[in-house]
């Protein structure tokens, strides 16, 4: 089934029972690094470890590990990338869909020498060559906060990169472009930053407090990272920044697509289920409400993307939201539902999400990116 075919039965799902059954019926539609290492490695006819190990720069132990568990390092699935002698377009498609980072951005001066190599067909260990020839251009786009917009479309940029092919061609491509690249990732940062100002936040340091002081920390540290230094965040720490700040299924896929990562996937068990749970939040109205002035306040809520209110239709005795005052609270986002005892509850979508999430969610590494939240 095709990813958004798959995505709007998701968004369908009219309860948690229905979702599982959906992932029950689809079960071969998740597809794991494992699989795809498995592919790459047939595809190479097999290559000893030792010989992976030698190409990437690790220990064999380290490229024994690759087998099971996405590498820690973006560079390191670049390296896989290379030394299965896969295009441009195939490195970012394992980059993005099944390792989970960023694609390779021509207006990021490391990804721009990688961007060469490859389409060169020259090693990945020419890397650290030029990575040493241009570092003052590296460095020097970390001064990107005195700088504003970029002058030149990433499109324009690539082009200029794609016709490069040799090492005088691409060191004039460097020198011309220094200034652009201090505007890496900078629309990732606006983003952040209006969503955050539209709910009175006035920067990233009250939504950190909201939270406990190691992912307050952590949060302060990748968004720091990002506006000063254009390095972006793991897409697990931006996907749950973005959920902390209110953001619907719709901004989220766009803030990602900034970013250089694929829209939230279906065809990730974790990220299927937070679509499903998001989508229950910000669209699914219960038909059951009987209140036409209830129903125009959220019609208002989800027009104006700050959807401060829903209700757990499981839990909650619908006569007694005639009672409940709803107006919308721009200085953070509010989730309203009913707790086992009938009485009203009040949490952030962070929070929401957090819960339900470990209503539905029992793997590993489901409960590390739920302590993210």
């Known amino acids: 089934m095709k990813t958004q075919m798959f995505r709007r039965r998701v968004e369908n799902c009219d309860n948690k029972e229905d979702l599982f059954k959906l992932l029950q019926d689809n079960e071969d539609a998740f597809i794991t690094w494992k699989t795809i290492f498995q592919e790459l490695m047939q595809r190479c006819y097999n290559p000893p470890t030792y010989r992976l190990a030698q190409y990437c720069g690790v220990s064999e132990g380290t490229a024994k590990?690759?087998?099971?568990?996405?590498?820690?390092?973006?560079?390191?699935?670049?390296?896989?990338?290379?030394?299965?002698?896969?295009?441009?377009?195939?490195?970012?498609?394992?980059?993005?869909?099944?390792?989970?980072?960023?694609?390779?951005?021509?207006?990021?001066?490391?990804?721009a020498i990688y961007i060469f190599l490859i389409n060169n067909n020259r090693p990945f260990s020419e890397a650290k060559k030029y990575q040493v020839l241009f570092v003052d251009i590296i460095q020097n786009k970390d001064k990107r906060r005195l700088y504003g917009f970029p002058s030149k479309g990433t499109n324009y940029v690539k082009n200029e990169l794609l016709q490069a092919r040799t090492e005088s061609e691409f060191e004039t491509f460097m020198l011309r472009n220094a200034d652009e690249f201090k505007s890496a990732y900078i629309r990732v940062a606006e983003y952040l930053d209006?969503?955050?100002?539209?709910?009175?936040?006035?920067?990233?340091?009250?939504?950190?407090?909201?939270?406990?002081?190691?992912?307050?920390?952590?949060?302060?540290?990748?968004?720091?990272?990002?506006?000063?230094?254009?390095?972006?965040?793991?897409?697990?720490?931006?996907?749950?920044?973005?959920?902390?700040?209110?953001?619907?299924?719709?901004?989220?896929?766009?803030?990602?697509?900034?970013?250089?990562?694929?829209?939230?996937?279906?065809?990730?068990?974790?990220?299927?289920?937070?679509?499903?749970?998001?989508?229950?939040?910000?669209i699914n109205e219960p038909d059951n409400i009987p209140y036409d002035e209830l129903r125009k306040s959220k019609n208002e809520l989800l027009r104006n993307k700050y959807s401060s209110y829903i209700w757990n239709e499981n839990e909650c005795d619908f006569y007694n939201l005639e009672k409940v005052n709803l107006k919308n609270n721009v200085n953070s986002e509010i989730a309203q539902y009913f707790s086992e005892e009938g009485e009203l509850q009040y949490e952030s979508v962070g929070e929401y999400v957090k819960r339900r999430l470990e209503e539905v969610a029992c793997r590993k590494e489901d409960k590390t990116f739920i302590d993210l939240l």
């Open 65 to 111: 590990t690759w087998k099971s568990k996405i590498p820690t390092k973006r560079e390191y699935v670049i390296a896989i990338g290379m030394f299965c002698r896969l295009n441009l377009g195939e490195i970012n498609r394992l980059l993005k869909r099944y390792a989970k980072f960023s694609e390779l951005y021509p207006k990021n001066p490391e990804d």
């Open 194 to 282: 209006a969503y955050l100002k539209a709910q009175g936040n006035a920067n990233i340091n009250k939504l950190a407090k909201q939270r406990n002081e190691k992912v307050g920390r952590l949060y302060n540290n990748a968004y720091t990272k990002l506006k000063n230094y254009a390095l972006v965040p793991k897409r697990s720490v931006l996907l749950a920044m973005a959920i902390n700040i209110g953001m619907t299924p719709e901004d989220i896929d766009q803030l990602l697509e900034l970013a250089g990562m694929e829209q939230l996937c279906p065809k990730d068990r974790l990220e299927c289920m937070v679509i499903y749970i998001l989508e229950d939040l910000y």
